[in-house]
């Protein structure tokens, strides 16, 4: 089946602009991570879904970055009056129901300007 | 402070030998590990893993080891091939891979040279 999917690839925002993020996980994955990368780094965790429920946000660097998933299946990663430190590849992951591995959409990068 | 390391940020090696990346970590609660590659413009794929109850985890080409008192990790890779040019993360769960996110190393890239 279909792999994680991440819309939009790239996203260029002007400093002070709102961006959101889509992940669209793989079917029936109850888990969601998402994860920043900055340049020459490995992915930072930033917060996780089980569900619907969000049951880790520890990660989320302000309170302008706000993370939902509704109905359990699509997610959204908003970040509020973006700043240039904000630039780095945004990363979803999903994992399935009693399994370990975390499989990756292809990210988002965003660069602030 | 790091909790996983990874001090190569990069090795070359011969196509048809066998590649070691390297590990290290610090936090003693980690009890599952991952290796994950990396091609430019896409999200890491998963590799293989390994659970802290063993020592040695084999599939295929890859081989992870992992040495607890050391606290430390390897991936072996062989024979090498020029498609395994790629960024390898090493990636560390506490909880069994439960709950929580997964903790990266920053990546060694591996050139494999024909």
């Known amino acids: 089946g279909a792999g994680v999917s991440q819309s939009p690839r790239y996203k260029v925002a002007k400093r002070g602009q709102d961006v959101a993020l889509r992940c669209d996980p793989i079917s029936g994955h109850v888990s969601l991570f998402w994860y920043q990368q900055a340049l020459g780094q490995g992915p930072e965790f930033l917060t996780y879904?089980?569900?619907?429920?969000?049951?880790?946000k520890s990660g989320l660097p302000s309170d302008r970055f706000f993370a939902e998933r509704p109905e359990g299946s699509v997610s959204t990663l908003k970040i509020q009056r973006t700043q240039q430190e904000d630039s780095a590849v945004y990363l979803c992951a999903s994992r399935g129901e009693g399994e370990y591995e975390q499989y990756f959409g292809p990210g988002t990068r965003l660069t602030v300007t | 402070d790091q909790q996983v390391k990874q001090n190569s940020p990069s090795l070359s090696v011969q196509e048809g030998r066998i590649s070691i990346l390297n590990c290290d970590y610090t936090n003693s609660m980690f009890d599952y590990f991952l290796w994950y590659k990396k091609y430019p413009a896409e999200g890491p794929t998963f590799l293989i893993s390994i659970s802290s109850i063993k020592d040695k985890n084999e599939d295929g080409r890859f081989t992870v080891f992992l040495n607890k008192s050391a606290k430390h990790l390897s991936l072996h890779i062989v024979p090498s091939q020029p498609g395994d040019s790629a960024v390898y993360f090493c990636?560390?769960?506490?909880?069994?891979?439960?709950?929580?996110?997964?903790?990266f190393g920053k990546g060694t890239h591996l050139i494999i040279q024909p």
């Open positions: 879904f089980q569900n619907e429920a969000q049951l880790d």
């Open positions: 990636a560390a769960s506490e909880s069994g891979g439960g709950a929580d996110g997964l903790t």
